[in-house]
T-cell receptor, first 116, second 113 residues
Framework: QQPVQSPQAVILREGEDAVINCSSS?????VHWYRQKHGEAPVFLMI?????EQKGHEKISASFNEKKQQSSLYLTASQLSYSGTYFC?????????????????FGKGTKLSVKP | EADIYQTPRYLVIGTGKKITLECSQT?????MYWYQQDPGMELHLIHY???????EKGDLSSESTVSRIRTEHFPLTLESARPSHTSQYLC????????????FGPGTRLTVT
């Protein structure tokens, strides 16, 4: 039940916008977004919870459509520092739901390159 | 600033050797995780722990084992390393289950020759 991310890769010029999508075939409790730069560990960006609650950086914008089991990450006015691979992680439930125990299943990632 | 540490950062070892990858966090987090990640690929959960004396296998089958004797320490052991174990191993921790930020360590890049 790995979430599907799209696009797989995107190249932007500085200042351009991008949208990264994450979808699941299963009902979701939450969607998590992380960014990983080459050779570094993933860094937390945002959590979107069923019911509309969000936790994360103020400058990051994202949405979570519970009915469609989809989330989108919006990167506006991109900067060079936005380059990296973006992973969404989905949480199917908590407390013995499907055995996930609230753990995350990560998508294959979207590689974002921002050029000057 | 997240305080989660992994040692060694890089390890090259021969087939059949026993190795332990260390992970420690100073944040008092109950939940800890081990992920395996091949270059350019997604993260796969191989082990997790809810707290002391609690360990579970993750989604990806792994020949490694873990222990959680202290809250801050979550080592991963390979009894007999094989070339197929060559990968990056990332340790992470979070304050609780599910909808909490995971803090990742810098990773251990393991090469088995």
């Amino acid at each position: 039940q790995q979430p599907v991310q799209s696009p797989q890769a995107v190249i932007l010029r500085e200042g351009e916008d991008a949208v990264i999508n994450c979808s699941s075939s299963k009902a979701l409790y939450s969607v998590h977004w992380y960014r990983q730069k080459h050779g570094e560990a993933p860094v937390f960006l945002m959590i979107l919870l069923k019911g509309g609650e969000q936790k994360g950086h103020e400058k990051i914008s994202a949405s979570f459509n519970e009915k469609k089991q989809q989330s989108s990450l919006y990167l506006t006015a991109s900067q060079l520092s936005y380059s990296g691979t973006y992973f969404c992680g989905t949480e199917r439930g908590r407390w013995n739901y499907g055995g996930s125990q609230g753990n995350l299943i990560f998508g294959k990632g979207t590689k974002l390159s921002v050029k000057p | 600033e997240a305080d989660i540490y992994q040692t060694p950062r890089y390890l090259v070892i021969g087939t059949g050797k026993k190795i332990t990858l260390e992970c420690s966090q100073t944040m008092g987090h109950d939940k800890m995780y081990w992920y395996q990640q091949d270059p350019g690929m997604e993260l796969h959960l191989i082990h997790y722990s809810y707290g002391v004396n609690s360990t579970e296998k993750g989604d990806l089958s792994s020949e490694s084992t873990v222990s959680r004797i202290r809250t801050e320490h979550f080592p991963l052991t390979l009894e007999s390393a094989r070339p197929s174990h060559t990968s990056q191993y990332l340790c992470a921790s979070s304050a609780g289950q599910g909808a909490y930020e995971q803090y990742f360590g810098p990773g251990t890049r393991l090469t088995v020759t």
